[in-house]
């Protein structure tokens, strides 16, 4: 180990001035940014963006090889004009990195942005889960159509002003109603914070995502669309075939019966866990023992 550390040591010596423990974290860190900023880039639409900047800049290189004075004066004055044009092509996926970077664990944790605090029942009770799969199971069966969205941290306050404020507390026959067709709100999204039911007929962005299926309506590509958009979890009954749809973080699982919802739901319960009961050993003999 010793000899390692002499060969380290006399290795480093030679290089030109003097490497310190801070330049070796500070190479790491760029190296960890630019590994994440290629697959963001691949990700989205920036990577064919970043293909055609490619071959402009072979291009322009060509240009510089055989002075072509012309070209290269069109390309310094378009250079400013050309980065905020990026800048606004790409905006959306730009917005989805910097959310997607909020919602890491290492940021919340050292700044505390989320507002709601687990309580012994979690964001919302047993009972609401209940009703809430009982309404979907039961508007399924009468291939009644419906879109319910259950709001986490992030704050669906700007959806919510879009619809009818309704503030009541969460029970499958106030659903069922609401989603009857040819009622004032049955048309639109459902928003559930905690146990009551905040809004109706609520707007919500739609899905651009093409790996969707083509058999997808409107009302399955807003639910996609607004879990893409926040961390809701957000319930579509479908009014063609009455099948129950959850979109989470952008997936969207089709298919499921009661009980599958309620695992579901329960996924962002939050609900604390229960501390196991300490067994009590009595000793000595119980009454009537010999």
């Known amino acids: 180990m010793s000899q390692i550390t002499e060969f380290a040591t006399e290795y480093l010596s030679r290089l030109p001035g003097s ?17 994440h900023i290629l697959l963001w880039i691949k990700n989205t639409r920036a990577w064919s963006l970043l293909k055609g900047i490619i071959v402009i800049a072979a291009f322009i290189l060509i240009a510089a090889y055989f002075e072509m004075t012309t070209i290269l004066w069109i390309v310094q004055n378009a250079f400013g004009v050309a980065v905020t044009a990026m800048v606004v092509i790409l905006q959306p996926e730009l917005r989805k990195a910097l959310e997607d970077l909020g919602k890491k664990n290492i940021i919340s944790s050292i700044i505390p942005f989320d507002t709601l605090r687990a309580t012994e029942e ?28 259950i709001e986490q941290t992030q704050s669906l306050s700007e959806y919510e002003r879009t619809g009818i404020d309704v503030d009541a507390i969460v029970t499958s026959q106030l659903i069922i109603n609401i989603f009857e067709k040819n009622t004032p709100l049955h048309d639109g999204a459902l928003i559930v914070r905690g ?79 229960e501390e196991p009961k300490k067994r009590i050993l009595w000793k000595g003999r119980s009454k009537g023992e010999k």
């Open 19 to 35: 490497i310190r423990l801070v330049d070796i974290i500070e190479i790491l860190l760029i190296t960890f940014l630019l590994y």
């Open 122 to 149: 979690g964001r919302f009770s047993d009972k609401t889960i209940n009703e809430i799969a009982k309404a979907c199971v039961e508007m399924g069966k009468v291939k009644t159509g419906a879109l319910i969205v």
């Open 195 to 273: 146990n009551r039911i905040v809004s109706a007929t609520c707007y919500l962005p739609l899905s651009d995502n093409m790996a969707l299926s083509k058999d997808l309506g409107t009302r399955h590509r807003a639910g996609v669309g607004i879990s893409e958009a926040t961390d809701s979890m957000t319930i579509i009954v479908s009014e063609e075939t009455g099948k129950i749809s959850v979109a989470y973080e952008g997936d969207l699982d089709r298919n499921l019966d009661g009980d599958s919802l309620k695992e579901k739901l329960k996924l962002i319960q939050n609900k604390p866990e």
